[in-house]
């Protein structure tokens, strides 16, 4: 079935293709005397013209900011980094699951 899929695929491809570069030679021939006028283009470069190419690496870093102020990683992690004491953190969290299997009455 693949194999019929495949040529069928190919030979319509050829017709389409075969098509289309008759048709671009019968527009050629038709059109050849009536050449469209050309215009010249003036390009300015605008008021921004040298910071430009800066404009979208600034708007990229203020979507970045905005998005990491939003969810709350901004400034100040203190001495310890971004995750902070480690230690201290852990030592709170195994605390917390002592107090909390003595108020379940579950064993540890």
Do not use: C, N
Request: no cysteine; net charge positive.
């Amino acid at each position: 079935m693949a194999f019929v899929a495949f040529f069928a695929f190919l030979f319509f491809g050829t017709v389409a293709g075969v098509a289309f570069q008759v048709g671009m030679t019968v527009a050629g021939a038709t059109a050849a005397g009536a050449a469209p006028a050309v215009y010249p283009y003036y390009w300015h470069p605008g008021f921004f013209f040298p910071f430009g190419f800066l404009f979208p690496l600034l708007f990229l870093f203020l979507i970045f900011g905005l998005a990491r102020a939003a969810f709350g990683s901004g400034r100040g992690h203190g001495s310890h980094g971004m995750w902070g004491d480690r230690r201290a953190r852990l030592e709170e969290l195994h605390r917390e699951m002592h107090e909390k299997s003595r108020t379940d009455g579950t064993a540890t």
